[in-house]
């Protein structure tokens, strides 16, 4: 089967990609190795930024019928204090939340729609140089057996995320350092969190957020230094490392402990209210390797702190695709792969840098202890750190 692109991974940069391409007139494949609809460890918010982008895909309207309240107002929980500070307004809309097992679904549906042809859940075993392409083989199940596929494609997209091992793989770190940071998430219900805000939480060794979601959930999502997750539990009665993290958070944060006090843990999922992941691997990467392009958390990823992830994956799909449509195979792979990492690069190196410089502070108590007050005095402070993240920063027109 011949396809002008491949596209591996369904999230969201994946599924973006796919119906941009597929309405573009390109023969798409996008190949999925987990069944749909999947948890992820992810803090679920969409900028505002992102919501253009939502609209050009046609999930707008799907997206708003479903997400969480828009959210107005930005907060730093850190100790005993609680600062509250209006975020930047970038056009009409306002960001959202809306759980990955929903937004992947949508996302994925809308690539089908398109046009796109869906491998789920397949994965890719092999995947070589062929002429001026390349040829795959997927691995799937077929009417209860193991099957194979061979397919061809002119161009290959990576957007199977960090921490996948897919046909452009980042190196990954295995001795544990006890600097690495650990991931944490889950869903509370009966949370009394301001519907219209979404806090930062900064409590000894790491940061978190909280922001309603979909169906009257609240998402909290964390991550930990493995050093001091390890003390956490070295401290608590609780076996389960999340259960111990959240003590941690709940005695370490009033504004938490205060939104949590009546909440109880979504334990609908039978594997568990709590997922985990990591360490992540937050950095500016190349957007191009080996004649593969990379989108998503592949070609670059920001600390979680700024809650930016999805919509980074959502426009970095967007920055190549208008890309590869414009030059209809007139021009080579690599000068499309320099003109989007240029374009990546611009719309994203900002945030990344300065969501490290944020989480270098948070996770360090003495820090957040001497810029405390001066929050305190200046909370629109939260408001700048909100731009610089790039909340109202325009990537999609």
């Known amino acids: 089967m011949i396809h002008d692109a491949l596209i591996v991974g369904g999230g969201p940069a994946g599924a973006a990609a796919a119906t941009m391409l597929a309405r573009g007139g390109w023969r798409v494949a996008v190949v999925e190795k987990s069944e749909f609809p ?12 992102s919501i253009t982008l939502l609209r050009q895909l046609g999930i707008d309207d799907a997206f708003a019928e479903r997400a969480g309240p828009p959210i107005r107002r930005v907060a730093l929980f850190a100790g005993s204090r609680a600062l509250i500070a209006p975020l930047p307004r970038a056009s009409d809309d ?31 075993t092999d995947l070589r140089r062929a002429g001026e392409g390349f040829a795959c083989t997927l691995t799937g199940e077929m009417s209860g057996r193991t099957a194979s596929k061979e397919l061809t494609a002119r161009t290959v997209i990576a957007a199977n995320g ?3 091992r897919g046909p452009s793989p980042l190196p990954h770190e295995r001795d544990h350092r006890p600097s690495d940071l650990l991931a944490f998430k889950a869903h509370f219900r009966g949370s009394e969190l301001p519907q219209d805000l979404m806090p930062l ?4 060794g790491g940061y978190g ?7 009257g959930r609240m998402s909290l999502s964390c991550c930990i230094r493995r050093d001091a997750l390890q003390a956490c539990r070295n401290t608590s009665a609780h076996t389960h490392a999340a259960d111990a993290l959240l003590e941690h958070i709940e ?8 939104a949590l006090a009546h909440a109880t843990l979504d334990d609908a999922d039978p594997k568990g209210p709590w997922l985990s992941a990591g360490p992540i691997q937050p950095g500016i990467r190349s957007g191009y390797a080996d004649g593969i392009f990379r989108i998503g958390n592949l070609a670059g990823e920001a600390h979680p702190i700024v809650a930016e992830g ?9 920055l190549l695709c208008r890309h590869l449509i414009a030059a209809a195979g007139e021009r080579a792979a690599p000068d499309i792969a320099r003109a989007y990492e240029a374009d990546w690069r611009a719309s994203f190196a900002m945030r990344i840098r300065a969501a490290a410089i944020f989480a270098h502070v948070a996770v360090r108590p003495n820090a957040v202890a001497l810029l405390l007050p001066l929050f305190a005095q200046f ?9 610089l993240a790039g909340k109202s920063k325009q990537v999609v027109t």
Do not use: N, Y
């Not at 759980?99 to 549906?109: F, V, W």
């Not at 957020?209 to 169906?215: A, E, L, P, Q, W």
């Open 38 to 49: 999947r948890r992820k460890v992810c803090g679920e918010f969409i900028s505002a930024t």
């Open 94 to 124: 306002w960001g959202r939340a809306l759980g990955r097992e929903h937004l992947d679904t949508l996302l994925l549906e809308a690539a089908a729609s398109a046009g796109a042809e869906l491998w789920q859940p397949w994965r890719v």
């Open 162 to 164: 960090s921490w996948e």
């Open 201 to 204: 939480l900064v409590f000894p």
């Open 209 to 215: 957020g909280m922001v309603h979601t979909d169906g």
């Open 251 to 258: 005695r370490s944060c009033l504004g938490a402990r205060h």
């Open 310 to 318: 999805i919509s980074m994956a959502l426009q970095s799909a967007w």
């Open 379 to 387: 909370p629109r402070m939260l408001t700048f750190g909100a731009l």
